[in-house]
């Protein structure tokens, strides 16, 4: 069974300067994820994520300045339910278009070089509603449109 994975992607009308400060610092981060993190953002760094359903462990996995963030992160009270976490940066006319990958279980898969891990031994049932996961990376973009092109956003 291949690992499980939620992509998620838009276009912003803005520059790719513009995304990648609201990707590439702790506080602009959080300003979209929906909730604190603390952490330096530089491969290899460990910090946290806190928000309204608890505390994340994160490990920065990739930097590609202005183009790429990857990380991997784990809830506090589960931490062999891991999942990294990509962030792609990249022109598109005018504008940007940002995508986000989490692919659940990736220790298991990276460990093997192949499926295997936790993953391949759970159902939908067990990872939980990829529904609901997808829909919450949709709201996290959401907010990011409205941190770097606030116009857009009519409410």
């Not at 506080?27 to 460990?46: F, I, R």
């Not at 505390?55 to 999942?83: I, K, Q, Y």
């Not at 891990?117 to 959401?142: M, N």
């Amino acid at each position: 069974m291949d690992p499980l994975t939620i992509t998620r992607s838009i276009r912003i009308e803005a520059g790719a300067d513009a995304v990648w400060a609201s990707v590439a610092d702790p506080d602009g981060l959080a300003g979209w994820l929906g909730g604190s993190v603390d952490v330096d953002l530089s491969p290899g760094s460990a910090g946290s994520f806190v928000d309204d359903d608890g505390t994340r462990r994160l490990v920065v996995t990739e930097v590609a300045e202005g183009r790429a963030l990857g990380f991997v992160w784990w809830d506090d009270a589960r931490p062999d339910d891991a999942s990294a976490v990509r962030i792609d940066i990249a022109a598109d006319g005018e504008g940007t278009r940002v995508t986000v990958t989490e692919t659940l279980d990736p220790v298991g898969v990276e460990a093997t070089g192949r499926s295997g891990g936790r993953a391949s031994a759970r159902s939908v049932a067990e990872v939980g509603d990829l529904a609901a996961l997808g829909g919450r990376w949709d709201d996290r973009l959401g907010a990011l449109i409205g941190r770097v092109a606030p116009a857009l956003v009519v409410g």
